[in-house]
């Protein structure tokens, strides 16, 4: 199995065509990918790579996933003072 690093991702939307896009590069390739997807899989995606991190690709079976987390790890918030 090759697993690589995301480097950057963009969305998109062509307001003509009602088209969703979904751009990704890998660490240590120059090239830029682009998948077309449609709005349930792009707010999935833009939900995994905006809260979760890193994300790897696994370029065999062509998804994405988020590094481990321990069991029972919550999100951690962050409270402002009054």
């Known amino acids: 199995m090759t697993w690589s690093k995301v480097s950057s991702y963009s969305l998109g939307f062509n307001i ?3 088209q969703f896009y979904f751009y990704y ?3 240590g390739d120059s090239s830029a990918y682009q998948i077309f997807v449609n ?3 792009q707010a999935a995606l833009a939900n995994m790579f905006r809260n ?3 994300i790897s690709f696994n370029s ?3 998804y994405f996933v988020t590094d481990p987390e321990r069991i029972g790890e919550g999100e951690i918030v962050s ?3 009054s």
């Open 25 to 27: 590069s890998l660490e």
């Open 79 to 81: 409270v402002s003072p």
């Open 16 to 18: 003509v065509d009602k």
């Open 60 to 62: 065999e079976g062509h």
């Open 52 to 54: 979760e991190g890193p």
């Open 39 to 41: 709005a349930a899989e």
